[in-house]
């Protein structure tokens, strides 16, 4: 074992990102006003002469961030901090950082060879963000001298190095922890998935002169001297009983619809001293999924808003106020960059995205490892989001108010949403959705979609029973034509039921709507327009903003577009009901007087 510098790559590394993640902070601060500017100017017109000069003034920064020797984002910068913080002050909480175990785990990799490509064959060697994750997974102890770390999440974009690793870190919980009956799986939604980590780590014990003990089968590998193994797992392999994880490598966790795998697991570990649960993946398009939501309190961690010594966490991402397009910011995802992946591949990806949309959100979720929505998303979030203001439902009684009604299954969603013209501001968006109440939990682990909190939160309202009760739903939609002066209910003509004529019956004005592009192609379109021009109010409702991400739309040769709710992979009611609301609305399809005006205002 070779000397362990003073100060080792892994230190050096983090120092490295904070001075650079510093003077980048300091650099933008001064840049970002002109490009904002920049960005106001080219929406107006004769500005050009304003935007060369400011693209002058501007272009000195922009050297100057180019020339910076690492690019990293804000969380990988948090990252580097957290561990010099912790040399610093860990002692004080029974933390240490031991220099020679961290040095062997790292060179623990110059045993193992790649296995494709252009370096099939050659030795591992680790650059300096790898050796920093893997010098803080094993380097970091506590004050009984077992490993720091029971968990880690690192988010990196594709073709950075993550199978192999994660494969490393596997080999090394397998063989060189000394744990008896050590049990090591690499897990994922499918079996596929789940063996490429496992098969990488096989190849690479195969190749290794150094893991002679190793005995490869099929499905497993193992070391007979401790009676330690390791083999895949797939959320569907049903063989979660008996299990005792020493070491538990989960791959792109981003496309888990749920939680399920993760718990079992990780409640599995129990009877370990030292397990670690590592996952590693790139960003995806579920915001509400359970990686994301890991993702969130992963980044808690990072910005101190809470403490957990045992938890190691890096995201390698592009900021938030990154041109996507700016490759001089692409090294924040790709901390590989020029190494396993090449700046010519990426631009051949960018270019191929600016000249086909419906590649943009995968380019940006795959290669700058940006969390998206659906992958292709016709409003992105962020935009949807700039609506998130509006006026309170409370204000919004007496007003004017044109419906839409997207009718589900007796076991789905139903969604109501009401749009209230104001001349001066647009469109006020107030939506209801009901749901059977016995079959929130069950859609809630299946669709990996947090009903049940949306329920405790008002923003889903469940009915009685495990079959939706149309009834109940009647009774709270005469309440809301009492509140709010009611013009026109929009309906799908080809998903009716006995609702539509018993609300008819009660003198709600309903109107059936078309489903096709005759119908659907002038509100959505309009839709769309008013969203870009900030028009649409929806107080940030999360079950719409989930169903506006989930939204992909269907083109005819004519130019119609449409909400294509068969290819939407996700529920789209609630935009389906806004765009008939704003059809019927923009037909100018409404009574003399409501039954607001016809009743009077009951008392709630």
């Known amino acids: 074992m070779q000397e362990v510098p003073l100060i080792a790559s892994w230190h050096q590394y983090a120092h490295n990102v904070v001075a650079a993640g510093r003077t980048e902070a300091n650099i933008q601060e001064r840049l970002r006003p002109i490009v904002l500017k920049i960005r106001q ?10 935007v060369t000069a400011l693209e002058r003034k501007a272009e000195p920064l922009r050297a100057q961030l180019r020339a910076l020797p690492v690019r990293v984002g804000r969380y990988a910068l948090l990252a580097c901090e957290r561990h010099l913080r912790d040399l ?27 296995n494709k490509g252009r370096w099939a064959g050659k030795p591992l060697t680790l650059e300096p963000w ?11 102890k506590r004050a009984d001298g077992t490993r720091r770390f029971r968990e880690s999440y690192v988010e990196v974009a594709r073709k950075n190095g993550k199978s192999t690793l994660s494969s490393g870190v596997g080999l090394q919980l397998l063989v060189a922890d000394g744990e008896a009956g050590a049990e090591i799986y690499t897990a994922a939604t499918k079996k596929e998935q789940a063996k490429i980590v496992f098969d990488d780590a096989k ?5 290794s002169a150094a893991l002679k003990m190793i005995r490869a089968h099929r499905n497993s590998i193992f070391v007979p001297s401790t009676m330690s193994k390791m083999q895949p797992m797939s959320a569907d392999a049903k063989t979660e009983d008996g299990l005792n994880p020493h070491g538990i490598i989960i791959d792109e966790y981003h496309a888990h619809p749920n939680d399920e795998l993760y718990g079992v697991l990780k409640s599995a570990t129990g009877a370990r001293s030292q397990p670690l649960l590592n996952i590693i993946t790139t960003a995806g398009f579920n915001r509400l999924g359970p990686c994301a939501q890991l993702r969130k309190a992963c980044v808690g961690i990072l910005e101190q808003l809470h403490d957990d010594d045992a938890y190691f966490t890096v995201i390698f991402s592009l900021d938030e106020h990154d041109e996507w397009g700016d490759e001089t910011c692409w090294q924040k995802a790709n901390p590989n960059l020029g190494v396993s992946v090449g700046l010519d591949y990426l631009r051949e990806q960018y270019r191929a995205a600016e000249r086909m949309p419906s590649l943009q959100v995968n380019f940006k979720t795959k290669h700058l490892n940006l969390w998206t929505d659906a992958s292709e998303v016709w409003l992105p979030h962020e935009l949807w989001m700039q609506g998130a203001q509006g006026t309170p439902a409370e204000l919004l009684v007496c007003r004017k108010a044109w419906g839409g009604l997207d009718l589900a299954s007796v076991r789905d969603i139903t969604a109501l949403v009401f749009l209230f013209p104001d001349e001066a501001d647009g469109f006020d968006v107030l939506p209801f959705f009901w749901v059977p109440e016995d079959s929130i939990d069950e859609r809630t682990k299946k669709d990996g979609v947090p009903y049940r909190q949306w329920v405790d939160e008002g923003y889903i309202i469940a009915t009685p029973g495990n079959v939706t009760d149309y009834n109940f739903i009647k009774a709270q939609v005469l309440e809301f034509c009492e509140m709010y002066q009611v013009q026109m209910i929009e309906f799908d003509r080809y998903n009716s039921s006995q609702l539509v004529i018993d609300l008819t019956e009660e003198g709600v004005p309903m109107q059936p709507f078309g489903q096709g592009f005759l119908s659907m192609s002038a509100p959505t379109k309009e839709l769309e327009k008013l969203v870009l021009e900030g028009k649409i109010h929806h107080y940030g409702n999360p079950v719409l903003a989930w169903m506006c991400g989930n939204v992909e739309i269907k083109r005819d040769p004519a130019g119609n577009i449409k909400i294509d709710k068969g290819k939407s992979k996700e529920k789209v009611d609630g935009m389906v ?20 005006e016809e009743r009077g205002l009951l008392s709630f």
């Open 41 to 50: 100017l080219k929406k107006e017109p004769d500005t050009e002469a304003q």
């Open 88 to 114: 610093e002050d860990g002692e004080s909480r029974g933390l240490f950082f031991n220099e020679k175990v961290a040095a062997a785990a790292v060179r623990f990799y110059s045993f193992l060879t790649h």
């Open 130 to 140: 790898q050796q920093f994750i893997i010098a803080s997974l094993f380097g970091w």
């Open 203 to 207: 190849n690479m014990a195969a190749k």
């Open 577 to 596: 009901a806004l765009a008939m609301a704003l059809g019927g609305y923009m037909s100018g399809e409404g009574p003399e007087t409501s039954i607001y």
